[in-house]
Every structure is written in structure tokens, then in C-alpha cells.
């Protein structure tokens, strides 16, 4: 039997395009969920990798607002801080999430959450240099899937392919 093999180049994501920023924040969200499973590494001894998950969770959340910001007609600055990609989403995107969060989660709030992990993706990969002693990763997990909901309804209701599941 003989066998070939075929070199092809398989298109990227589009440039400031709010459903390829989904997809993407869709992959770092579900490794955050992934990284956030206890996992069995030994007899008796259980792993979950808390900063990593967190770290995720908090890129996605980043990407899902950018996406957000962009559908709602204007363009996604390059920062990390989500506090300030916030203040740019419109308010109706911002209040579902909030509506989603506040049912699930009641302390911290949603605004304080909000201002604490701002920049929590940063911090996170610098854990070292940063207090971050209190981390708890339920409330992040909450918010970044408030935002992956709100996201992909949002990219279902704007997308020009009709039929389109984000």
C-alpha cells in the first residue's frame, strides 16, 4: 500500500471578527472548566489546578467582552482589564450577565467581582509577585459563564449565516 500526504493551509480567524473572538474565548473557557475538575493523580490524592483554571476563566471572559463590544458597534481596545472593556459593553449585554451572576453568586457582588479580577489574568500568570491568597474560583466560574451564554446568544441573534450555532 502506498500512502501520500497532502500540505494545505487551513484559514485562520478573522481580524476584529466578534464570532471568531467567541470561538476562541470559548476554547480558553472550556480549559479553564477542565483545569478547574478534581482530578485523581494518585491513590487517594486529588488535583485541581485553581490559578490555571482561573487564568482561563478570566481570558475568556476578556474575549467574550471584546466580541460583545465589537457587536455592539464599536471597536474592542487592546487591554486586558476588564473592568474597563465593561464600561464599554451596552448595557443591556452588561445586565444580563449581571442577572445571570447575581442568582448564583452573592458575594462578592457582580460590580465588586467585576473591579477584583479585573485584572486577574494578568496577576494570575505573575502569582508569585501578586497577594492573591484569597482566589476563590466559584465566582469567576460563574461570571465567565454568564458571559459565554450571553456571548453566544448574542453571536446567534447577529450572525448573517442563517441556522448558525456559535
Given at each position: 500500500?502506498?500512502?501520500?500526504?497532502?500540505?494545505?493551509?487551513?484559514?485562520?480567524?478573522?481580524?476584529?471578527?466578534?464570532?471568531?473572538?467567541?470561538?476562541?474565548?470559548?476554547?480558553?473557557?472550556?480549559?479553564?472548566?477542565?483545569?478547574?475538575?478534581?482530578?485523581?493523580?494518585?491513590?487517594?490524592?486529588?488535583?485541581?489546578?485553581?490559578?490555571?483554571?482561573?487564568?482561563?476563566?478570566?481570558f475568556a471572559i476578556e474575549l467574550f467582552m471584546k466580541s460583545l463590544i465589537i457587536l455592539g458597534g464599536q471597536d474592542s481596545p487592546r487591554t486586558h482589564k476588564l473592568a474597563d472593556l465593561g464600561n464599554l459593553l451596552d448595557r443591556s449585554d452588561l445586565e444580563a450577565v449581571k442577572a445571570y451572576y447575581d442568582v448564583r453568586v452573592q458575594?462578592?457582588?457582580?460590580?465588586?467581582?467585576?473591579?477584583?479580577?479585573?485584572?486577574?489574568?494578568?496577576?494570575?500568570?505573575?502569582?508569585?509577585?501578586?497577594?492573591?491568597?484569597?482566589?476563590?474560583?466559584?465566582?469567576?466560574?460563574?461570571?465567565?459563564?454568564?458571559?459565554?451564554?450571553?456571548?453566544?446568544?448574542?453571536?446567534?441573534?447577529?450572525?448573517?449565516?442563517?441556522?448558525?450555532?456559535?
Open positions: 500500500m502506498k500512502t501520500a500526504s497532502f500540505t494545505f493551509k487551513v484559514g485562520g480567524s478573522t481580524p476584529k471578527d466578534p464570532l471568531s473572538i467567541y470561538h476562541l474565548g470559548q476554547g480558553f473557557f472550556l480549559a479553564g472548566k477542565r483545569c478547574l475538575l478534581e482530578i485523581a493523580v494518585g491513590p487517594g490524592a486529588m488535583q485541581c489546578l485553581v490559578s490555571p483554571g482561573v487564568a482561563n476563566l478570566c458575594d462578592p457582588s457582580f460590580d465588586n467581582l467585576l473591579i477584583e479580577v479585573s485584572e486577574f489574568f494578568v496577576k494570575l500568570r505573575y502569582e508569585y509577585e501578586f497577594d492573591l491568597f484569597s482566589l476563590n474560583d466559584h465566582p469567576v466560574s460563574v461570571l465567565a459563564e454568564g458571559f459565554y451564554l450571553s456571548c453566544a446568544d448574542r453571536n446567534k441573534r447577529t450572525s448573517p449565516v442563517p441556522g448558525l450555532r456559535p
